[in-house]
């Protein structure tokens, strides 16, 4: 599976289409919020796990994507606002960030939004 075509569809939303037909939406707060490298996911070496720092939500310019850029055949490299670009998206990640209904269903098996949680009290409210 490949990544066919980026495209910005708004100042906060990208497009993804993939070469098995899947087109879906990226918001960019999720990329950066998912941002793959060691310095904001953190990263295990010998066994030891480093948890990372990303930086904070009110560093200006963190939210902005300034420019994204295919990386070989297998990633893109975000750069972002804050001048933040260590991060590579590999088809995978981004493939697992589709926010397409589709996806969000099959992520969370009920239809319910990755980002609505997993408190399991929410259930017998209401
Ligand atoms: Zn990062
Ligand atoms: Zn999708």
Redesign the pocket.
């Known amino acids: 599976m490949n990544l066919t075509r980026l495209r910005r569809i708004s100042p906060d939303v990208l497009e993804l289409s993939w070469s098995d037909g899947h087109t879906g939406p990226c918001s960019v707060r999720t990329l950066?919020d998912n941002?793959?490298?060691?310095?904001?996911?953190g990263e295990t070496v010998l066994m030891r796990t480093y948890p990372?720092s990303?930086?904070a939500d009110d560093v200006p310019g963190k939210y902005e994507l300034a420019a994204a850029e295919v990386v070989g055949s297998y990633a893109v490299q975000m750069t972002w606002g804050d001048g933040?670009r260590?991060?590579l998206y590999t088809w995978e990640v981004l493939r697992s960030l589709c926010e397409c209904p589709a996806c969000g269903a099959a992520r969370t098996g009920g239809g319910k939004p990755s980002w609505a949680g997993g408190n399991a009290a929410d259930q017998q409210r209401g």
Do not use: S
């Open positions: 950066r941002c793959p490298c060691a310095g904001c996911a990372g990303p930086a933040h260590e991060g």
